[in-house]
């Protein structure tokens, strides 16, 4: 019998791109499938990223009620346009957009959630309540996703300190955090107060006091 490893079976295959104009700048779309589960993911790329130089970054967990439909009881809609148009401005960078709706519950069960929570329970309580995790999230994807492009270290983008931990464990250098603050609103305030109070996530009082104009 051979001692060689048996190599990792891939977690998903990157399939195709195409360009992507958006407002703030011409990105390349990447599509990927997850083996596991068929998901399809996706990768916004601009400009040299292969160069080994640290790379702007931003994992970014799908939430369609606030990336499409505009929801304000969460961050996610501003902190995916903050992202993007902090990558335009730096001419370089990648978002991962994982589908993970939800914490990972889906978007039925992050509905659920949501009516727990106007029944009084926070965004945490909600989870627990469902039979969830808090957070059943997994950055696992991001190793092939990340290098597909050549990518070890990353500028991360985020608040968040497990996706930090998440992509340290998997060999992702993150040689610096980006802050992605947003404005609180009087929907999503209790939100962020309990991610930065259960989940640790990094927002000092001052994120409240960005321009008016939501601009990050
Ligand atoms: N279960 C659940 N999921 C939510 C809720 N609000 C937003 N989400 C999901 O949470 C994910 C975003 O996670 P956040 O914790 O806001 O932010 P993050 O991406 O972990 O951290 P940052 O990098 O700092 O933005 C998305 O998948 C959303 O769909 C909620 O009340 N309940
Ligand atoms: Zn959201």
Known sequence: MSNTATPAAPLLDYVTSCALPTPWAQFTLHAFVEHSTGKEHLA?????IDSGE??????HSE??????????????GAQLEGALKRIAAEGRGVLLYLRQEGRGIGLVNKIRAYRLQEAGADTVEANLQLG???DARNYELCLP????FGIRQVKLMTNNPRKIDALTRLGIEVTERVPLLVNRNAFNTGYLDTK????????????????????L
């Open 63 to 76: 939430c369609l009620t606030g990336d499409v439909l505009f929801s304000q009881r969460c961050d996610c």
């Open 145 to 148: 996703m990340l290098e597909q």
């Open 132 to 134: 969830f995790h808090a």
């Open 44 to 48: 916004m790329a601009l400009g040299d």
């Open 196 to 215: 930065q109070a259960k989940l640790g996530h990094m927002m000092s009082p001052q994120a409240a006091l960005v321009p008016e104009d939501g601009e």
């Open 54 to 59: 640290p790379v702007l970054a931003r994992v």
